[in-house]
């Protein structure tokens, strides 16, 4: 255990249940409960960056932990599983990976069968973690991995 309580997490950092995604420079956290598709909607994005030919890499699956340095909030994943993501129904895959990433954008997936709105309000686009205020994306997880994919990355080239 380190002195945070938490292994894996230092001092002035919060853990959370997500994945992290690295485009260019610009950081994706994929939120959602447990089997809702966050690893499933990390690698569609990882290779539909890649194919456009984009870099991307993978900072973190299942657990990130977060803090913030100048006004921005960074992601990392955990130690000694660097570029490990799993696949369901296919084990764990080795990832070309980040170590942090500058998260630019916060993705949310909902449980399945409750979809987002159709046309979200301004509450729903924008979300705040640990004090920064960040734009927020939900999905849909019932249209499958590569339609949330095309969404995220959408999403990613518009924000600064």
């Given amino acids: 255990m380190t002195p945070s309580g ?3 997490r230092h001092a002035g950092e919060s853990g959370i249940h ?12 994929i939120r959602g409960p447990s089997g809702a598709g ?7 994005t990882l290779a539909l960056a890649r194919q456009t030919g984009r870099f991307a890499a993978l900072v973190g699956d299942d657990r990130i932990f977060l803090s913030v340095a100048g006004e921005r909030l960074l992601a990392r994943g955990v130690p000694g599983f660097e570029g490990v ?10 990832e070309t990976h980040e170590a942090r ?19 979200p309000g301004d509450q729903d686009r924008r979300t705040e973690l640990l004090g920064v205020q960040l734009p927020r994306l939900v999905i849909d997880s019932t249209h499958g991995a590569l339609d949330g994919a095309y969404a995220v990355l959408r999403r990613l080239a518009k924000v600064p």
């Fill in 6 to 8: 938490v292994v894996g």
């Fill in 38 to 44: 966050k690893s499933a909607l990390s690698l569609a």
């Fill in 85 to 94: 993501i799993e696949r369901r129904s296919e084990g764990l895959l080795i």
């Fill in 18 to 29: 997500a994945c992290a995604v690295a485009v260019g420079e610009r950081g994706a956290l």
């Fill in 101 to 119: 990433v500058v998260i630019r954008l916060v993705v949310d997936l909902g449980e399945r069968g409750d979809p987002p709105p159709r046309w």
